[in-house]
């Protein structure tokens, strides 16, 4: 069964900080990586996708993608009390679209950011 | 991204009724995809909707549970049948959209209180 680890926190950053966010995964075909972010009662906005090893850098945001280790991490950088949500790591085992597609979901990491 | 909608955006309902949960999308996509995200849990795949075909369920999701229509490429149903309080979770419809990459985009839910 493929599982997707995270941290549950919360994670508590101080505004202006950087909040480091990791996941694991365990199905080593995984090809697609995605960040959501989750404002409570609301439902899940992507900020980020990745599928090559490395960094990648959208605005504050930066994904890391490391397959050897399986494990995709998310920095936010110059951390704003709006960032306040949930994070939430998805896996997929395709990069393009194709049938049987389907993204596998973590638990997800509450992020608190302090004024 | 997506312009997507659902009806309604919540309800609260009686034991043993079923409510259906509509989904629509501003532009045709291939596949749409139903989740179930339980209070304080993460998001778990329902089914898989493509245009045409039947839904493809996920392990522990059966069609006479939650019955699903596809009749065209902007539209889908989701019914959940019989409720108990187990029930009780929001319902969220996604998109996958995009001319190659799988990122997957999400409606707003639908909050389901079953009595």
């Known amino acids: 069964q493929k599982e997707v680890e995270q941290n549950s926190g919360p994670l508590s950053v101080p505004e202006g900080a950087i909040a480091s966010l990791n996941c694991t995964y365990s199905d080593r075909g995984s090809q697609s990586f995605f960040w959501y972010r989750q404002y409570s009662g609301k439902s899940p906005e992507l900020i980020m996708f990745i599928y090559s090893n490395g960094d990648k850098e959208d605005g504050r945001f930066t994904a890391q993608l490391n397959k050897a280790s399986q494990y995709v991490s998310l920095l936010i950088r110059d951390s704003q009390p709006s960032d306040s949500a949930t994070y939430l790591c998805a896996v997929n085992s395709f990069i393009i679209k194709a049938a049987g597609n389907k993204l596998t979901f973590g638990g997800g990491t509450r992020v608190l950011v302090k004024p | 991204s997506a312009v997507i909608s659902q009806k309604p955006s919540r309800d609260i309902c009686q034991r043993g009724t079923s409510l259906t949960i509509q989904c629509q999308v501003d532009?045709?996509?291939?596949?749409m995809f139903w989740y179930r995200q339980q209070p304080g849990q993460s998001l778990t795949l329902i089914a898989t909707a493509n245009q045409g075909s039947e839904a493809t369920y996920e392990s522990g999701f059966v069609i006479d549970k939650f019955p699903i229509s596809r009749p065209n490429l902007t539209f889908s149903t989701l019914t959940v049948s019989n409720m108990s309080p187990e029930d009780s979770s929001i319902y969220l419809c996604?998109?996958?959209?995009?001319?190659?990459?799988?990122?997957?985009?999400f409606g707003p839910g639908t909050r389901l209180t079953v009595l």
């Open positions: 996604s998109v996958e959209k995009g001319e190659t990459y799988n990122e997957q985009f």
């Open positions: 532009s045709q996509v291939t596949m």
